[in-house]
């Protein structure tokens, strides 16, 4: 069975998304290590409330030099396959990153590559949209590449932005349209029935 790292920093609902996925059997997956940088994150308790000792890794002072390698060493210990971006608030480095080659998984809220990249994340994707007048926009799930928000894409979904949507209108539809999204992503990868071409996931028939 593959093993799974979580990583999140806020609500979690994308976490939850996978612990019931792998609760009803549609993923068939172990969840080894679900962690979080901000000790008030919700997702530790959703964890928790599961059966997952989550671990709690905030970035201090003291550790700001070797927090990196400080994540790496939690995951290496949990002994995962795959590592999930579930909101996870930090931009990950090269020599992380080279360790998990496509084997990181990030879930971002717009149809990238357009509103990605640094600086565009949370309700500030959201507003970027608005502002640009997009009749739709919707959610991406990628391989984690040295490029933010640029990795090869494994799944998308899109919904239409309405005239009356706000940004928290379209926070709240887009987190429903994440939810299946990733599961979708994940089961694609769990399967191994894939290629990545240069940026494209082509599916093996
Ligand atoms: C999601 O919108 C995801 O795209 C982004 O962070 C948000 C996390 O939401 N990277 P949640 O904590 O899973 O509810």
């Not at 671990?55 to 949990?78: D, G, H, I, M, P």
């Not at 994707?125 to 990795?151: K, L, P, Q, Y």
């Amino acid at each position: 069975m593959k093993r799974l790292a979580i990583l999140a920093s806020g609500n979690g609902t994308n976490l939850q998304a996978i612990i019931d996925a792998v609760e009803s059997g549609r993923l068939e997956a172990q969840i080894a290590l679900v962690l979080s940088d901000r000790s008030n994150a919700y997702a530790l308790s959703r964890a928790e409330r599961h059966g997952i000792m989550p671990q709690l890794l905030v970035r201090t002072e003291k550790n700001k030099a070797e927090y990196f390698r400080l994540l790496l060493e939690s995951v290496e210990k949990a002994n995962v396959d795959l590592i999930v971006l579930a909101g996870f608030m930090k931009i990950l480095p090269a020599f992380f990153i080279e360790k998990y080659e496509n084997r990181i998984i990030n879930i971002h809220p717009s149809l990238l590559p357009a509103f990605g990249g640094r600086g565009l994340y949370g309700s500030k994707v959201h507003r970027a949209v608005m502002e640009s007048g997009a009749r739709i926009t919707g959610c991406t799930v990628h391989f984690a590449s040295h490029d933010v928000d640029g990795g090869p894409i494994i799944e998308q979904m899109c919904m239409e932005v309405r005239d009356i949507d706000t940004e928290e209108t379209i926070a709240e539809r887009i987190h429903e349209i994440e939810h299946v999204a990733l599961v979708k992503a994940l089961s694609l990868v769990l399967s191994g029935n894939y290629e990545i071409r240069g940026k494209r996931v082509i599916r093996k028939a």
